[in-house]
């Protein structure tokens, strides 16, 4: 009687929690959108965590949408930041520090800008 009485309990309670705490853990659709939009942008150019946020805000998903897919989007970052730098050395001449500053400014972190460049051959 009494394990019936605390599932009863219990039942009442997520019958009566707002739909926004029972679905907490399902992303929302913007959510879900901004996750594909993030995921096909990585197929075709290199982004930084900040720059991808940037360009998801840009394409009018708001910062937690954007945010939320940066962060779900799988992405090895250092690869991302050793893509962009084999970008720029297609289409300009870099020394080692200039491009790491030039990848520093574009978001990526400090070791994911040295990693790259040593990727590409510095």
């Known amino acids: 009687m009494v394990k019936l009485?605390?599932?009863l309990i219990a039942a009442l309670l997520v019958l009566t929690m707002p739909v926004s705490v029972l679905a907490a853990d399902q992303p929302t659709l913007g959510e879900q959108n901004a996750l594909k939009k993030a995921g096909s942008y990585l197929k075709y150019s290199a982004f930084s965590q900040t720059r991808l946020i940037d360009q998801l805000e840009y394409e009018g998903f708001s910062t937690s949408e954007a945010t939320y897919a940066v962060k779900n989007v799988k992405a090895d970052w250092m690869e991302q930041a050793a893509k962009k730098a084999k970008q720029y050395l297609k289409y300009s001449a870099y020394s080692r520090s200039r491009l790491i500053s030039q990848l520093?400014?574009?978001?990526?972190t400090h070791d994911q800008a040295v990693y790259a460049v040593g990727q590409v051959g510095y």
């Open 5 to 7: 009485f605390a599932v």
């Open 104 to 108: 520093e400014y574009e978001g990526f």
